[in-house]
């Protein structure tokens, strides 16, 4: 594997090239700063496999190499792990907006760097595994997206505010973790969803979900949300200011926005889609697992709704 190493400390470059070596990588690359990050990889003959880069700089920060590196061709995905001593929670989902996949906290220790090399390698694979999708979405052929099942997460378009259900999953665990996990969750449940599922071409039903992930964005916006597909029709939002809406306004705009939503999409009163929202759930603890947990606890209380 290919590794960019970014800092301007030198101490913390030799440091971070030493433990790669420890790890079995030793194809790294080293930069004191944010402009010899861009010109290395500019100059490359083959793209970074991994970047590491740390997010307060002199100059560009780390936020915004990321920013510019995301909008280079081959590294729209390429694993970048911010390293950082940081741990404001403001400053942690400005990095994620950026395109960031993961964060190491300063000081950089050897298990920690293989544990989220490891994850982020994994959250690639999960990410290749829906661009592939995507890719069908975008050819007159749909076999293959014939394969996608109801409870998997579908390949919507990513946006600042909607992203895949793994990279949600891995935002709130990283959070977590850095202990500035402060956010709240919310569900938003398709109730026909299975029905939906079963009516229509994959296409159409992942350009309803789409249409869904819109509308949700578009009545959440003043909470800022990230917002993921999580298969089962069930939409998870993340919310970094639970306090500007409460939960029965929430419900009233939604149903408001998802009435205007059939009228001009047209949609068959059979198959719109009815959408339930959840109760909002704040973490109950802070540890590795709370991440996961704070997200079926969003699942969950959506589906208690559905059995009341």
């Not at 990588?25 to 944010?34: I, R």
């Not at 996608?148 to 999953?169: C, K, N, S, Y």
């Not at 909002?280 to 699942?299: N, W």
């Amino acid at each position: 594997m290919r590794v960019l190493v970014v800092d301007d400390d030198a101490a913390n470059l030799e440091i971070c090239a030493a433990y790669l070596a420890e790890l079995g990588h030793t194809d790294v690359t080293t930069a004191a700063g944010a402009a010899e990050c861009l010109a290395a990889v500019d100059s490359a003959l083959l793209p970074f496999d991994c970047l590491l880069v740390d997010i307060q700089m002199p100059g560009l920060s780390g936020i915004d190499v990321t920013r510019q590196l995301r909008a280079r061709p081959g590294y729209e995905r390429t694993p970048i792990l911010m390293i950082t001593a940081r741990t404001h929670e403001s400053a942690i989902k400005d990095a994620f907006d950026a395109g960031a996949t993961d964060f190491i906290s300063k000081p950089v220790a050897l298990r920690e760097l293989r544990d989220r090399i490891e994850g982020a390698v994994g959250l690639l694979h999960e990410g290749d595994r829906l661009d592939t999708l995507r890719a069908v979405m975008n050819h007159s052929d749909w076999h293959d997206l014939s394969r996608l099942g109801f409870h998997e997460p579908a390949p919507l378009p990513r946006t600042e505010m909607l992203v895949d259900f793994a990279a949600l999953q891995n935002m709130v665990q990283v959070k977590t973790r850095l202990g500035v996990m402060n956010s709240s969750a919310l569900c938003f449940h398709i109730e026909n969803g299975r029905t939906l599922f079963d009516a229509l071409e994959r296409r159409a039903f992942v350009d309803l979900l789409a249409d869904v992930a819109d509308t949700v964005i578009d009545v959440m916006r003043p909470m800022r949300p990230t917002l993921a597909y999580a298969g089962r029709g069930d939409f998870v939002a993340l919310l970094a200011d639970a306090r500007s809406i409460e939960g029965d306004m929430i419900g009233q705009a939604i149903d408001a926005a998802m009435t205007t939503l059939h009228h001009f999409a047209g949609h068959a009163p059979d198959l719109c889609p009815r959408l339930r929202v959840g109760a909002m759930v704040r973490p109950e603890r802070h540890d590795a697992m709370a991440g996961y947990d704070l997200l079926a606890r969003a699942r969950g209380a959506v589906r208690r709704l559905d059995a009341a």
